[in-house]
């Protein structure tokens, strides 16, 4: 049960440390306004994203034959790897794939673990959805050839889903290159960057025919496929480089050392999967 009380108090902590704090950064171009509502000058907040480095992640990824092992090397593979929990959405997964069991050369790889692990392996049997395998969490190198093994790669959030943040899986998505759709709530954050990176498709969740129909056509179309692949990646190496936001990170702390606070950046930035926005004040 909520104690109000409680809320009350912590809301005013929060308000109190945005006021007072010489300059924030947030991980997603929503966290600026979530901030500013709180009582913060926009001109002491700078966008900043969640980074990865390449160098070190490629050396992850070389990996490409998760197919091969498991037998499916004609088959078109759709993948979901990462947290098991309501707010994940995965029945939108399990419903699509019992509308495509139909079409023998197309399965579902899902590999993960949380609350809803139990009760997707039952769904999965009692409903005999044969083309849906459910693996455990995997080791980060399994992970990731999961990932570049697949045609297409799923993000998926319950509609309730919508703080101004990303799933952290969608990074690690644009380093694959890979295709993405993104069964989201319309109005969040990670459908407004997937649409403006050109990176996937976004479907409603709960639209099963949507999903059905875009998986046919995506599976037709591996130019388009390697299109959205090609501009995650791209804009990935742009906007989302570790050494480039160290840097920023480093003119920032000199800038504060030296009672020079810059100005907010209208720099593009998001965020890996947090429950909240992802944001650090000083």
């Known amino acids: 049960m909520k104690n109000p009380v409680m809320i009350r108090i912590l809301e005013h902590i929060e308000r109190e440390a945005y006021r007072n ?8 171009r929503r966290g600026i306004e979530y901030v500013r509502q709180r009582g ?4 002491k907040v700078t966008h900043i994203f969640n980074s990865v480095s390449l160098a070190e992640f490629d050396s ?30 995965i029945d939108n997964i399990l419903n699509t794939a019992k509308a495509l069991q139909d079409h023998d050369n197309i399965v579902f790889f899902i590999a993960g673990d949380g609350s809803e692990r139990q009760r997707l392996q039952e769904r ?17 190198t399994e992970y ?17 889903m919508k703080a101004p943040c990303l799933p952290g899986k969608l990074i690690n998505l644009m ?4 295709p993405i759709i993104a069964l989201v709530a ?16 976004v479907i409603k969740p709960g639209d099963v025919e949507g999903i059905r129909s875009m998986i046919l056509r995506l599976k037709e179309d591996a130019s388009a496929r390697e299109m959205m692949g090609s501009n995650g990646r791209r804009y990935l190496e742009r906007y989302m480089s570790l050494e480039k936001n160290v840097a ?28 909240g926005v992802g944001h650090h004040g000083w």
């Open 248 to 275: 920023l990170y480093e003119e920032i702390f000199c800038a504060l050392t030296s009672n020079e606070i810059p100005a907010g950046r209208p720099i593009s930035a998001w965020s890996e999967d947090a429950p």
């Open 144 to 160: 990731f050839n999961l990932i570049n093994s697949s045609d297409i790669s799923f993000v998926s959030l319950d509609e309730r």
């Open 21 to 28: 704090a010489d300059h924030i950064t947030v991980l997603s």
């Open 60 to 89: 992850l990824v070389q990996r490409k034959d998760f197919k091969k092992r498991e037998g499916i090397e004609d088959k078109f593979l759709i993948s979901y790897a990462g947290i098991l929990s309501p707010y994940q959405g």
């Open 186 to 201: 319309e109005e969040s954050e990670t459908a407004g960057v997937i649409r403006e990176v050109g990176c996937g498709i």
């Open 175 to 178: 380093a694959c290159s890979q």
């Open 40 to 43: 913060t000058d926009p001109e």
């Open 124 to 140: 999965i049997q009692q409903e005999n959805i044969g083309n849906v395998r459910l693996f455990p969490l995997l080791p980060r």
